[in-house]
């Protein structure tokens, strides 16, 4: 991908999708599966469990689009998608939070 993704096509509703995808594959399969890594620094926080932001929203941008994005091709922190799960509703707190 050539410059970064337009955000406005995805929905809580591809999100929350996206997360139930990792539920139900578990970490390391929808990692393999999705071609995203575990998170550092940032985690999805939803139902007092911890996602990782990325992996998500790259995810649910794949869902919303069908268009699959490599973890290079957007930002992950606070300008990327921290930023853009914030903007849908979603909290994202920093690893070393308690629980939001």
Not at 3 to 29: C, F, I, K, S
Not at 90 to 97: L, T
């Amino acid at each position: 991908m050539t410059h970064p993704p337009t955000w406005d096509q995805v929905t809580p509703a591809d999100v929350l999708h996206a997360m139930q995808e990792y539920d139900r594959l578990g970490a390391q399969r929808f990692f393999d599966e999705h071609g995203f890594a575990p998170t550092t620094t940032y985690d999805l926080v939803w139902d007092e469990r911890r996602y990782p932001p990325k992996a998500i929203l790259g995810t649910a941008y794949e869902l919303a689009t069908g268009h699959r994005l490599a973890s290079g091709d957007f930002e992950g922190g606070k300008t990327g998608a921290v930023r853009v799960l914030g903007k849908l509703g979603f909290v994202v707190a920093h690893r070393e939070d308690p629980l939001a």
